[in-house]
């Protein structure tokens, strides 16, 4: 009787052992990886490949938002403990190159390529010394998900080709588009010609602009790059050819003029949901949602779907990714960014998970910590 009882015990204090294991996600705070080094890895996405999280960001130094490192790699099993994996895509000391140290390379996310094998990385990127002129964007590929990435080239997309969800009415208006009939911006008749696709029609030969991204594969295996474009003016969403290395030039113009950037996306019950801020620089703002039930849409925009302490500031950050919790169902955490452009490297992160009203809606509330187990009571 008394080795049943110590067994019984013995299997209770494991239990709360465990439970006592289980890290919690504190946003805003330190996050340290496995050397006790807070996380580098800003304006990141995480990708999940044969049982690991591999989380890539810009790795922002002490005085700088420009790129003097490259992008950072990290790894893990649980999404709280995480080991520095080391520079996945490496600036380069040569001005000639696109990706010169002290360019702007921003947003990096990486796929991984189910028919080539490969990891391919997709990042924003401004040339040095250019300010943000180049809006352009970056592809590397590697054999590994830790890399190293070997940059492939980089330039504005879909050079030629016309939205796909513009109709043929639209299609003539936009042709007698011409940047010299509306040389005063942000008057009421410039707008209506960005709506109607003034930027689009400027940047048809050359390629339209590509700033703020994130990446997403569809359940088909399409590939879709989704990129704040026409001087931040309107979302465009491109899809990638078969190896995810270049675009097919198909893509679609979304809240035209609505003044969008740092899109996150995410599928649920064949929806699509889309987070994103307004732009207003480094300082936060109150974010949007649109939902579409094709990825082309029509897309239909919600309001903020923050709530609790600071929402209307998006918990003083900026979306950058919204990141699928494998083996929990409807299981999605909302990743931001706590940006401190005096110290960039102190920059912080807001990590939460996304809950739903009855009718479907998504809506993310403040929790100053909290651990995956939310998920599972959740789900209950």
């Given amino acids: 009787m008394r080795y049943l009882l110590g067994v019984i015990f013995a299997l209770c204090l494991a239990s709360c052992q465990n439970k006592v294991a289980v890290q919690a996600i504190q946003s805003g705070e330190i996050w340290p990886d496995n050397k006790g080094v807070h996380i580098n890895a800003h304006g990141g996405g995480v ?37 520095n994996e080391g520079v996945a895509l490496s600036v380069i000391d040569n001005d000639s190159s696109d990706i010169a140290r002290g360019c702007i390379l921003e947003r990096p996310k990486v796929i991984y390529n189910a028919k080539t094998h490969k990891f391919v990385m997709w990042f924003h990127l401004e040339l040095k010394g250019h300010g943000y ?19 492939i080239r980089s330039g504005r997309v879909n050079a030629g080709y016309v939205p796909a969800n513009m ?10 588009l011409s940047m010299d009939h509306y040389k005063k911006w942000w008057t009421e008749d410039w707008r209506d010609a960005v709506v109607k696709g003034l930027f689009t029609k400027r940047d048809l030969s050359g390629g339209q602009m590509a700033r ?11 590939a879709y790059h989704i990129y704040s474009s026409e001087e931040n003016m309107t979302l465009q969403i491109a899809e990638l050819t078969d190896d995810y290395q270049a675009h097919s030039g198909q893509y679609t113009r979304v809240a035209a003029g609505g003044m969008n950037e740092a899109p996150a996306i995410f599928k649920k019950d064949g929806v699509y949901w889309m987070i994103t801020s307004g732009c207003t620089g480094w300082a936060p703002n109150s974010a949007r949602m649109f939902s579409a039930k094709n990825i082309d849409g029509p897309w239909k925009q919600y309001p903020n779907p923050c709530v609790g302490k600071d929402a209307q500031s998006t918990f003083k950050g900026q979306s950058t990714y919204i ?19 005096k110290f960039p490297s102190d920059s912080r992160y807001i990590w939460l998970p996304i809950q ?25």
Avoid at 62 to 83: F, H, I, P, Q, R
Avoid at 167 to 176: G, M, R, Y
Avoid at 332 to 339: C, H, L, Q
């Fill in 47 to 83: 990708l999940w490949h044969d049982g690991t999280y591999y989380w890539f960001g810009e790795n922002k130094c002490d005085t700088t938002c420009a790129a003097m490192v490259g992008v950072m790699c990290y790894s893990s099993k649980n999404l709280t403990e995480w080991k």
């Fill in 133 to 151: 002129a180049a809006a352009r964007a970056g592809v590397a590929v590697s054999d590994s998900p830790t890399g190293p990435y070997r940059f």
């Fill in 167 to 176: 109709n043929e009415k639209q299609l003539a208006i936009l042709d007698t």
């Fill in 212 to 222: 703020d991204m994130t990446l997403y594969v569809d359940d088909d295996g399409k």
């Fill in 323 to 341: 990141l699928p919790v494998q083996g929990k169902k409807d299981a999605f955490i909302f990743m931001a960014d706590i940006w401190r452009p």
């Fill in 356 to 380: 739903f009203h009855k009718d479907g809606t998504p809506y993310i509330e403040w929790m100053p910590a909290w651990t995956l187990d939310f998920f599972d009571n959740l789900n209950q």
